[in-house]
């Protein structure tokens, strides 16, 4: 029994409620997360999902204040991490929490580690940054990590630099030092993009491995649904900053709402495909996020819009059991959005 | 045949189109340290040039009487220990040193590019030889080449001839652009309008002259300028340790020389021609910016 | 990092034995008789006589090349004719002056336009930012022979805090201190302005590197992220150009000697090239032209040890 289906029902340890955040850029100011609202619960693996400049990447760094700086910032909202906002948090207070009890891992491992530190010194400075123990007891904890993310002779591996690894070990080993400090929650931010099919597979299963080891709750930002529909409980959909859907994984896959999301799992290949069967693409571009209208910010790629669509944004509606989706069609058994 | 040939040449020289140039000049006056520069560049040639009608006295006029005056009514920049008038020298001295930064610097930016454009167009050996040639001028110490080859055409210089510094200074500054010329070329040669004209068997003159060089000009242009404050250096500091420009002749340099005898009684000798040398140069050092940021905007400044 | 360590090594002599032949050849291209082109017109007969022998004249040119590489070799840089005495005594003589100079401004230049780069890149607008941007674009502006002579008139002729010239009494460590103050500073100064450009650039580079977000993310402390994490990265093309501006350094050290009336390198090739004592200008470009290429060698040897990239790409 997985440590998601024990505590379920218990209250979420992470509750976010409209976050705001922008970025200004020579074009204007970009409102990249425009009230974002959504919980993780303990033990469970949220997938948040969206094409890129959807926010779903700038939801996660607005959470642990990392948007770049004097570009980005958070300017509403609220971010309620066991009893504290982490949006009001001073900067110690944040540090405190980053990497110590919210971790977050990146796309790139490569770019992510540094390349001028051995491996094995930047996870022991990441443990002796939140936590006072020599630095030798910090190595050693630092090589029981490289092993526990299945790093083959992690006693010489920890003293090589990141460009000797290959690219699914350099991916465990962020892995590694995300999880030294056993967070309650690891943000995973495209783990396994840049990686190979069999790679990815290997490094989804580490991370769902430790999430059971160490009960911890993980938001997974990815933009495949093959990685949702392996490892997460619950999906939410993210387009131009919003949410606009959120069910359980099988919620989703069985019965999506929301047009995007079905356009989306129709672009997904699939093994029972019949052959011959086209891969559909959404078409056209996600919307500039620059003052935008009160449209639906889908409407302009949606085959179903009406004149409402053009004219308001669709509120959140609750569809069953803590599924939610932003559609004028939701709940309106006239309006077809089936192709 | 011959037609379409002529095509792909206008098409390469048509790659900057006219608005383009408008806009480009508007970028270059929008610039206002860049116009400030010009400006007073400007205003530095023409004093120079019209040094002999603007000037006060005779640059070689010795009035013992009032030696080392400071700076008074009559005699703006003060007195030399010879009587001569300073802001009279300083004018004179401006011909010798923008005259000498200027041909220093089209002397060095007619080798630099011809070595750059046939290296990097003709490859092979001619790209070797010619490259580390470059190299190797790039590794001896500029300052201590131009001791040693000042000393050796002492005569010269003695004599009042100018040449042998022109020479020098060209001697030390060809490189950089070179190298710059170079990658350029490499870069441009691949291009579509290059490889097309070659394809249809333009001969490499042709190629060179009509598709690679009209689309250096920004590049040359930017290199000229910085090059005219490098050369106004150069020669100043050789002047200075009396291995330039011989007295009489004024140039800022040489008056800085004689200037720093008597640098604890008449500091104000040593502060003109030396702001003469900082302003030119800063302002040269501006116009060339302007110029970057205008008309070559891989390398514009964030 | 013993292979990159001794490939680069092998690099440096190569290096040296170019520069030692474009030397000899460039003393050896003026037409005419060259004992008295090297010696000029004030050198007796005797003397002459001496030159050509001591310098092998009558052996061709290569084998003349050749004896004196091998001489270099074995530390024999020649005999000043004038003097008699030993051109690597001569030179050995002045090349502690030149060093603790060299060092002595870079030092002061190192020490405040690394920080003040760094803070420029952390705070980017900040009135510190500005402030750096405009002393770098003054300072280069200004030739090196301008600072001496300008620190010189403000520091000691109009405050009369320092000393005007020398190197201070041989015996007194504290007298040569304060006397290396003033020159130090017309050396660095140029190199304040230019590192602490260089340092910001490469600093507002690295620090929108991934790993520097990452390193925010795991919640290191601020000190560490940017000394730590992004410093030890930005510093690395300044080492090298440290390295590589090493000769622009010693050019200005030559004014700071001349004007500064300070013994040293600079002032006796000057001196020496015045005098055409070709002789012991020889040697001492060739000691130059070695202490350059030994600073490039070891900019390059601390960049290899700290990036372990570069260590595998030569």
Redesign the interface.
Same mark, same amino acid.
């Given at each position: 029994m997985s440590a998601a289906q024990s505590d379920g029902g218990g209250a979420p340890l992470l509750r976010v409620d409209d976050l705001r955040a922008t970025y200004d850029t020579e074009g204007g100011v970009v409102r990249a997360v425009d009230g974002v609202s959504f919980e993780l619960r303990h033990g469970e693996v949220l997938a948040i999902v969206g094409e890129s400049g959807s926010g779903k990447t700038a939801t996660s760094l607005a959470l642990?204040d990392?948007l770049?700086?004097?570009i980005g910032k958070v300017v509403g909202g609220s971010a309620e991490f066991d009893g504290i906002d982490l949006t009001k948090l001073s900067?110690a207070d944040m540090? @405190?929490?980053?990497?110590?009890r919210i @971790? /977050?891992?990146?796309q790139?491992a490569l770019?992510?580690?540094?390349?001028?530190?051995k491996v094995g010194k930047q996870i022991s400075? /990441?443990i002796r @940054?939140?936590q006072r123990v020599p630095r030798s007891q910090a190595w050693e904890r630092a090589v029981d990590l490289l092993e526990m993310v299945g790093i083959p002779n992690p006693r010489e591996r920890a003293s090589n630099?990141v460009?000797?690894f290959s690219g699914g070990m350099r991916q465990r080993a /962020?892995i590694a /030092?995300?999880i030294a400090l056993e967070p309650e929650i690891l943000i995973a931010d495209e783990p396994t993009t840049a990686l190979d099919v069999t790679v990815q597979a290997q490094v989804l299963d580490v991370l769902l491995g430790l999430r059971e080891r160490l009960g911890m709750s993980i938001i997974l930002i990815t933009h495949d649904l093959g990685v949702v529909a392996r490892a997460a409980d619950r999906v939410m959909v993210m387009y131009g900053g919003r949410k606009i859907e959120e069910q359980t994984t099988e919620g989703l896959f069985a019965n999506p709402q929301h047009p995007y999301t079905k356009g989306l799992l129709r672009s997904m290949p699939r093994l029972d495909s019949v052959i011959g069967d086209r891969l559909t693409q959404i078409p056209g571009a996600p919307p500039s996020l620059v003052n935008p209208s009160e449209a639906c910010r889908f409407a302009p790629r949606c085959d179903f819009a009406r004149p409402i669509c053009d004219e308001q944004y669709p509120a959140q509606v609750s569809i069953g059991s803590g599924s939610q989706v932003a559609c004028h069609a939701a709940g309106d058994p006239t309006w077809e959005t089936n192709t | 045949m011959s037609a379409s040939r002529s095509d792909i040449a206008a098409q390469a020289t048509a790659a900057r189109p006219f608005s383009e140039r408008r806009e480009k000049l508007m970028l270059l006056l929008a610039n206002r340290q860049g116009m400030v520069g010009l400006v007073l560049v400007l205003a530095f040639f023409a004093s120079a040039i019209f040094a002999p009608w603007l000037a006060p006295y005779d640059p070689n006029a010795l009035d013992i009487p009032v030696r080392l005056s400071g700076p008074t009514w009559d005699h703006w920049a003060g007195t030399d220990s010879l009587g001569r008038d300073q802001f009279t020298r300083l004018l004179y001295g401006a011909r010798v040193s923008l005259g000498i930064g200027v041909s220093v610097a089209f002397l060095s930016t007619l080798i630099g590019v011809t070595v750059g454009v046939l290296a990097g167009f003709l490859g092979g050996w001619v790209e070797s030889v010619l490259m580390r040639l470059t190299d190797i001028a790039l590794m001896v110490p500029p300052l201590i080449f131009l001791i040693i080859g000042a000393r050796m055409m002492q005569d010269k210089l003695s004599g009042g001839a100018i040449w042998p510094l022109i020479f020098l200074v060209t001697v030390v500054s060809w490189m950089t652009i070179a190298r710059v010329i170079r990658g350029q070329v490499l870069a441009l040669r691949e291009r579509e309008f290059v490889e097309a004209a070659r394809a249809l068997g333009a001969k490499k003159r042709r190629i060179i002259g009509r598709a690679i060089l009209p689309n250096l000009i920004g590049i040359i242009t930017v290199n000229l300028t910085i090059a005219v404050a490098g050369a106004i250096l150069l020669e100043s500091t050789l002047s200075f340790l009396g291995l330039g420009v011989q007295v009489p002749t004024p140039t800022w340099g040489n008056m800085l020389d004689s200037a720093k005898s008597f640098i604890e009684t008449e500091p104000y000798l040593v502060w003109f021609p030396g702001l003469a040398i900082v302003i030119t140069v800063l302002c040269v050092n501006f116009v060339g910016d302007g110029l970057r940021d205008a008309l070559d905007p891989t390398q514009r400044k964030t | 990092m013993w292979i990159y360590a001794l490939k680069r090594c092998g690099l440096a002599v190569v290096i040296v034995f170019c520069a030692l032949a474009a030397l000899f050849a460039l003393l050896h291209m003026i037409p005419g008789d060259p004992v008295s082109i090297a010696l000029g017109p004030r050198a007796t007969p005797e003397v002459q006589a001496r030159y050509a022998e001591k310098m092998h004249l009558d052996e061709p040119l290569v084998v003349q090349f050749g004896i004196f590489v091998g001489n270099a070799i074995t530390g024999d840089l020649g005999m000043d004719v004038f003097s008699e005495r030993s051109v690597t005594l001569i030179v050995l003589d002045q090349l502690p002056f030149t060093i603790v100079l060299a060092l002595a401004g870079l030092g002061w230049a190192v020490i405040l336009g690394i920080p003040l780069g760094c803070l420029s890149a952390v705070r980017p607008n900040s009135w510190l930012d500005r402030v750096t941007g405009l002393v770098s674009v003054g300072t280069i502006a200004v030739p090196s022979f301008l600072v001496s002579i300008w620190s010189l008139l403000v520091f000691s002729v109009m405050l009369g805090w320092l000393p005007v010239l020398g190197a201070g009494d041989p015996g007194d460590l504290g007298d040569q201190i304060y006397h290396l103050i003033l020159p130090a500073f017309a050396v660095g100064l140029g190199w304040v302005g230019y590192l602490a450009r260089l340092v910001r650039a490469s600093m507002l580079e690295v620090m929108g590197e991934n790993y520097i977000r990452a390193a925010w993310a795991f919640g290191l402390p601020r000190r560490t992220v940017v000394y730590r994490y992004a410093l030890k990265v930005a510093i690395l093309p300044t080492i090298t150009l440290i390295g590589i501006g090493f000769g622009n350094l010693l050019s200005g050290t030559v004014f700071a000697e001349i004007i500064f009336s300070r013994p040293g390198l600079g002032k006796l090739i000057f001196d020496m090239v015045m005098n055409r004592n070709f002789p012991v200008v020889q040697g001492a470009v060739l000691v130059t032209a070695a202490l350059y290429v030994v600073v490039a060698l070891v900019a390059d040897l601390v960049v290899a040890w700290t990036d372990p990239r570069v260590r595998e790409s030569l």
């Amino acid at each position: 029994m997985s440590a998601a289906q024990s505590d379920g029902g218990g209250a979420p340890l992470l509750r976010v409620d409209d976050l705001r955040a922008t970025y200004d850029t020579e074009g204007g100011v970009v409102r990249a997360v425009d009230g974002v609202s959504f919980e993780l619960r303990h033990g469970e693996v949220l997938a948040i999902v969206g094409e890129s400049g959807s926010g779903k990447t700038a939801t996660s760094l607005a959470l642990l204040d990392l948007l770049p700086k004097h570009i980005g910032k958070v300017v509403g909202g609220s971010a309620e991490f066991d009893g504290i906002d982490l949006t009001k948090l001073s900067a110690a207070d944040m540090r @405190a929490v980053r990497g110590a009890r919210i @971790a /977050m891992i990146f796309q790139d491992a490569l770019t992510a580690l540094n390349p001028v530190h051995k491996v094995g010194k930047q996870i022991s400075e /990441m443990i002796r @940054a939140h936590q006072r123990v020599p630095r030798s007891q910090a190595w050693e904890r630092a090589v029981d990590l490289l092993e526990m993310v299945g790093i083959p002779n992690p006693r010489e591996r920890a003293s090589n630099y990141v460009h000797e690894f290959s690219g699914g070990m350099r991916q465990r080993a /962020m892995i590694a /030092m995300a999880i030294a400090l056993e967070p309650e929650i690891l943000i995973a931010d495209e783990p396994t993009t840049a990686l190979d099919v069999t790679v990815q597979a290997q490094v989804l299963d580490v991370l769902l491995g430790l999430r059971e080891r160490l009960g911890m709750s993980i938001i997974l930002i990815t933009h495949d649904l093959g990685v949702v529909a392996r490892a997460a409980d619950r999906v939410m959909v993210m387009y131009g900053g919003r949410k606009i859907e959120e069910q359980t994984t099988e919620g989703l896959f069985a019965n999506p709402q929301h047009p995007y999301t079905k356009g989306l799992l129709r672009s997904m290949p699939r093994l029972d495909s019949v052959i011959g069967d086209r891969l559909t693409q959404i078409p056209g571009a996600p919307p500039s996020l620059v003052n935008p209208s009160e449209a639906c910010r889908f409407a302009p790629r949606c085959d179903f819009a009406r004149p409402i669509c053009d004219e308001q944004y669709p509120a959140q509606v609750s569809i069953g059991s803590g599924s939610q989706v932003a559609c004028h069609a939701a709940g309106d058994p006239t309006w077809e959005t089936n192709t | 045949m011959s037609a379409s040939r002529s095509d792909i040449a206008a098409q390469a020289t048509a790659a900057r189109p006219f608005s383009e140039r408008r806009e480009k000049l508007m970028l270059l006056l929008a610039n206002r340290q860049g116009m400030v520069g010009l400006v007073l560049v400007l205003a530095f040639f023409a004093s120079a040039i019209f040094a002999p009608w603007l000037a006060p006295y005779d640059p070689n006029a010795l009035d013992i009487p009032v030696r080392l005056s400071g700076p008074t009514w009559d005699h703006w920049a003060g007195t030399d220990s010879l009587g001569r008038d300073q802001f009279t020298r300083l004018l004179y001295g401006a011909r010798v040193s923008l005259g000498i930064g200027v041909s220093v610097a089209f002397l060095s930016t007619l080798i630099g590019v011809t070595v750059g454009v046939l290296a990097g167009f003709l490859g092979g050996w001619v790209e070797s030889v010619l490259m580390r040639l470059t190299d190797i001028a790039l590794m001896v110490p500029p300052l201590i080449f131009l001791i040693i080859g000042a000393r050796m055409m002492q005569d010269k210089l003695s004599g009042g001839a100018i040449w042998p510094l022109i020479f020098l200074v060209t001697v030390v500054s060809w490189m950089t652009i070179a190298r710059v010329i170079r990658g350029q070329v490499l870069a441009l040669r691949e291009r579509e309008f290059v490889e097309a004209a070659r394809a249809l068997g333009a001969k490499k003159r042709r190629i060179i002259g009509r598709a690679i060089l009209p689309n250096l000009i920004g590049i040359i242009t930017v290199n000229l300028t910085i090059a005219v404050a490098g050369a106004i250096l150069l020669e100043s500091t050789l002047s200075f340790l009396g291995l330039g420009v011989q007295v009489p002749t004024p140039t800022w340099g040489n008056m800085l020389d004689s200037a720093k005898s008597f640098i604890e009684t008449e500091p104000y000798l040593v502060w003109f021609p030396g702001l003469a040398i900082v302003i030119t140069v800063l302002c040269v050092n501006f116009v060339g910016d302007g110029l970057r940021d205008a008309l070559d905007p891989t390398q514009r400044k964030t | 990092m013993w292979i990159y360590a001794l490939k680069r090594c092998g690099l440096a002599v190569v290096i040296v034995f170019c520069a030692l032949a474009a030397l000899f050849a460039l003393l050896h291209m003026i037409p005419g008789d060259p004992v008295s082109i090297a010696l000029g017109p004030r050198a007796t007969p005797e003397v002459q006589a001496r030159y050509a022998e001591k310098m092998h004249l009558d052996e061709p040119l290569v084998v003349q090349f050749g004896i004196f590489v091998g001489n270099a070799i074995t530390g024999d840089l020649g005999m000043d004719v004038f003097s008699e005495r030993s051109v690597t005594l001569i030179v050995l003589d002045q090349l502690p002056f030149t060093i603790v100079l060299a060092l002595a401004g870079l030092g002061w230049a190192v020490i405040l336009g690394i920080p003040l780069g760094c803070l420029s890149a952390v705070r980017p607008n900040s009135w510190l930012d500005r402030v750096t941007g405009l002393v770098s674009v003054g300072t280069i502006a200004v030739p090196s022979f301008l600072v001496s002579i300008w620190s010189l008139l403000v520091f000691s002729v109009m405050l009369g805090w320092l000393p005007v010239l020398g190197a201070g009494d041989p015996g007194d460590l504290g007298d040569q201190i304060y006397h290396l103050i003033l020159p130090a500073f017309a050396v660095g100064l140029g190199w304040v302005g230019y590192l602490a450009r260089l340092v910001r650039a490469s600093m507002l580079e690295v620090m929108g590197e991934n790993y520097i977000r990452a390193a925010w993310a795991f919640g290191l402390p601020r000190r560490t992220v940017v000394y730590r994490y992004a410093l030890k990265v930005a510093i690395l093309p300044t080492i090298t150009l440290i390295g590589i501006g090493f000769g622009n350094l010693l050019s200005g050290t030559v004014f700071a000697e001349i004007i500064f009336s300070r013994p040293g390198l600079g002032k006796l090739i000057f001196d020496m090239v015045m005098n055409r004592n070709f002789p012991v200008v020889q040697g001492a470009v060739l000691v130059t032209a070695a202490l350059y290429v030994v600073v490039a060698l070891v900019a390059d040897l601390v960049v290899a040890w700290t990036d372990p990239r570069v260590r595998e790409s030569l």
